[in-house]
């Protein structure tokens, strides 16, 4: 039995990458409304979030 | 931007976040273009196509959200390597709205009625700023007098 054991831990990890479950997977997901500011990582922001100083810039694109 | 990141972002002194704020009354192709860089950002491109889109009103490639803009902001997805039919179901559903409205109800809530505007710390900047501005402040706020 505890020979098939990686063979069972393998095909597990498997599908909970398939299911977006494994550590490392991908947050990011088609159709999701989630605010971009209130995601983590949030993909508008460059730099720590822990950062002392923060600069929010408001910007209009014209 | 390039020198603040260098000095102070890359040494894990600053962290800088962008917030929409499209002038609608006066650019009328700037909520499409928050759209397109919001739709970006799920695809983890978000600097480079606002990068892209600046670069793109500079040179007058696209003006007013017609149909014709959005087919250019298509283009440039593609240029910046995101799925394209991703990004074009975003834009086409206005997915981040919502956000973009968020941006925009912050914006006036702190007294911003035009671009750029800053809040660094909490303390309000307003206008396009040269990079040694921004170092006093920073520096002030990293080691107070």
């Not at chain 1, 209130?38 to 922001?45: C, E, K, S, T, Y």
């Not at chain 2, 390039?2 to 700037?30: C, M, R, W």
């Not at chain 2, 793109?56 to 007013?64: L, P, R, T």
């Given at each position: 039995?505890?020979?098939?054991?990686?063979?069972?831990?393998?095909?597990?990890?498997?599908?909970?990458?398939?299911?977006?479950?494994?550590?490392?997977?991908?947050?990011?997901?088609?159709n999701d409304?989630?605010?971009?500011?209130?995601?983590?990582?949030?993909?508008?922001?460059i730099?720590?979030?822990?950062?002392?100083?923060?600069?929010?810039?408001?910007?209009?694109?014209? | 931007?390039p020198?603040?990141?260098?000095?102070?972002v890359?040494?894990?002194?600053?962290?800088?976040?962008?917030h929409?704020?499209?002038?609608?009354?006066?650019?009328?192709?700037?909520?499409m273009?928050?759209?397109?860089?919001?739709c970006?950002?799920?695809?983890?491109q978000?600097f480079l196509?606002?990068?892209?889109?600046f670069?793109?009103?500079?040179?007058?490639?696209?003006?007013?959200?017609?149909?014709?803009?959005?087919?250019?902001?298509?283009?440039?997805?593609?240029?910046?390597?995101?799925?394209?039919?991703?990004?074009?179901?975003?834009?086409?559903?206005?997915?981040?709205?919502?956000?973009?409205?968020?941006?925009m109800?912050?914006?006036q809530?702190l007294?911003i009625?035009s671009?750029?505007?800053?809040?660094?710390?909490?303390?309000?900047?307003?206008?396009?700023?040269?990079?040694?501005?921004?170092?006093?402040?920073?520096?002030?706020?990293i080691?107070p007098p």
């Amino acid at each position: 039995m505890q020979r098939f054991l990686p063979f069972w831990l393998g095909l597990l990890l498997l599908s909970l990458v398939a299911c977006g479950f494994a550590p490392g997977s991908t947050t990011t997901t088609p159709n999701d409304t989630t605010l971009l500011s209130a995601r983590v990582p949030n993909p508008r922001l460059i730099g720590e979030a822990n950062a002392p100083v923060k600069i929010i810039e408001f910007s209009d694109y014209q | 931007m390039p020198q603040l990141v260098k000095n102070y972002v890359d040494t894990g002194k600053l962290s800088i976040e962008i917030h929409d704020f499209p002038l609608t009354q006066i650019h009328t192709g700037a909520l499409m273009a928050a759209q397109a860089a919001d739709c970006s950002a799920e695809q983890g491109q978000f600097f480079l196509m606002r990068k892209t889109l600046f670069d793109g009103a500079v040179n007058k490639e696209w003006h007013d959200g017609s149909l014709d803009d959005l087919t250019t902001f298509g283009n440039y997805a593609t240029s910046v390597g995101i799925n394209r039919a991703q990004f074009d179901s975003c834009v086409t559903t206005n997915r981040h709205l919502a956000q973009i409205k968020a941006d925009m109800a912050l914006a006036q809530q702190l007294g911003i009625n035009s671009t750029p505007a800053f809040i660094i710390n909490g303390r309000l900047l307003m206008g396009a700023q040269p990079y040694t501005e921004f170092a006093k402040i920073i520096d002030t706020m990293i080691s107070p007098p």
